[in-house]
């Protein structure tokens, strides 16, 4: 019913910089929270950084002053700019969003997009 597609996501060298999207389609009302987490083979997923349709973004401290979360609501899209990307940041990204449906509020998943630096 609702489809998160997450193109992006690559090989970059330590120091670097990469730039996911996420758009969120189908019989949508309207996207909510909408976010990033990242998983490394073996842990737990953890949370990167949520967005709600108005109000400030959470950011996880380990990514704090590198990392940027921003969207474009109109167009149910969230984007994540990565900079001074480190090798402790390989891992696969997944984009997150909370939607409204005829159906009601429930939240989604994007397929997941690799991400590795290098040293």
């Known amino acids: 019913q609702v489809q998160l597609v997450e193109p992006g996501g690559g090989l970059v060298q330590a120091g670097g910089s990469l730039r996911l999207s996420c758009a969120a389609s189908?019989?949508?009302?309207?996207?909510?929270?909408m976010g990033w987490y990242r998983q490394a083979p073996g842990k737990q997923r953890e949370l990167v950084a949520v967005?709600?349709?108005?109000?400030?973004?959470n950011n996880a401290d380990s990514v704090k002053g590198r990392f940027t979360t921003s969207r474009d609501s109109a167009k149910n899209t969230v984007y994540l700019q990565m900079n001074n990307l480190e090798p402790e940041d390989t891992m696969v990204y997944y984009c997150?969003?909370?939607?409204?449906?005829?159906?009601?509020?429930?939240?989604?998943w994007g397929q997941g997009t690799q991400v590795t630096v290098s040293s």
């Open positions: 189908g019989r949508l009302v309207r996207t909510n929270l």
């Open positions: 997150n969003a909370v939607c409204e449906t005829t159906r009601g509020v429930n939240p989604y």
């Open positions: 967005t709600p349709r108005i109000g400030s973004t």
